[in-house]
């Protein structure tokens, strides 16, 4: 199985702040990678697809990059709607996996 | 508009079945891949299944492996996981994804004697 892990798995930051955020792979996975944000209480929402492709509807402050193993999600200034939970996802192969996420809250 | 609508959750015993179901909307259900994750309470995503569309093939966690089955009703644009043997390490809120753009709002199954 593909094991992912992200880094950090909390931060607190400032409105207006730049954020970046690491996920990895235990072993290539191409491109096939997929970015989640999640609120308290609320269904996970898609934000980036094929590691790079924004969804529709997606703000443009949001971005990813990467391939094989390392890829990082780009939050170019930060909201206070931003705060949340964000989540990678490897759909590479089965068993498709999720990193542990990462927390991002007011500094 | 894209909606996926879960539905059937709900208290079991362990060693109970249970039947979800997540009605689907605004996009092309037939050709699209879909799957469902959970969310433990106070925990991660983790993967559950999903049901492929390249020969109907089905693929499975290991945790659920055995004794949940993912199954589909084109006709009725409805996805299904059936449950049995629930386990309380089962307890979660079961989301119902076309896996990469759109999420339902989740079903909470609690197994608890």
């Known amino acids: ?107 | 508009e894209v909606q996926l609508l879960e539905s059937g959750g709900g208290l079991v015993r362990p060693g109970g079945s249970l039947r979800l179901s997540c009605a689907a909307s605004g996009f092309t259900f037939s050709n699209s891949a879909m799957s469902w994750v959970r969310q433990a309470p106070g925990t991660g995503l983790e993967w559950v299944s999903t049901f492929t569309t390249s020969g109907d093939i089905t693929y499975y966690a290991d945790s659920v492996k055995g004794r949940f089955t993912i199954s589909r009703d084109n006709s009725k644009n409805t996805l299904y996981l059936q449950m049995n043997s629930l386990r309380d390490e089962d307890t979660a809120i079961y989301y119902c994804a076309k896996l990469t753009t759109h999420w339902g709002q989740g079903t909470l199954v609690t197994v608890s004697s």
């Open chain 1, 1 to 107: 199985d593909i094991q992912m892990t992200q880094s950090p798995s909390s931060l607190s930051a400032s409105v207006g702040d730049r954020v970046t955020i690491t996920c990895r792979a235990s072993q290539g996975i191409s491109n096939s990678l997929a970015w989640f944000q999640q609120k308290p209480g609320k269904a996970p929402k898609s934000l980036i697809y094929a590691a790079s492709s924004l969804q529709s509807g997606v703000p443009s402050k949001f971005s990813g990059s990467g391939s094989g193993t390392d890829f990082t999600l780009t939050i170019s200034s930060l909201q206070p709607e931003d705060f949340a939970t964000y989540y990678c996802q490897q759909y590479n192969s089965y068993p498709f996996t999720f990193g542990p996420g990462t927390k991002v809250d007011i500094k």
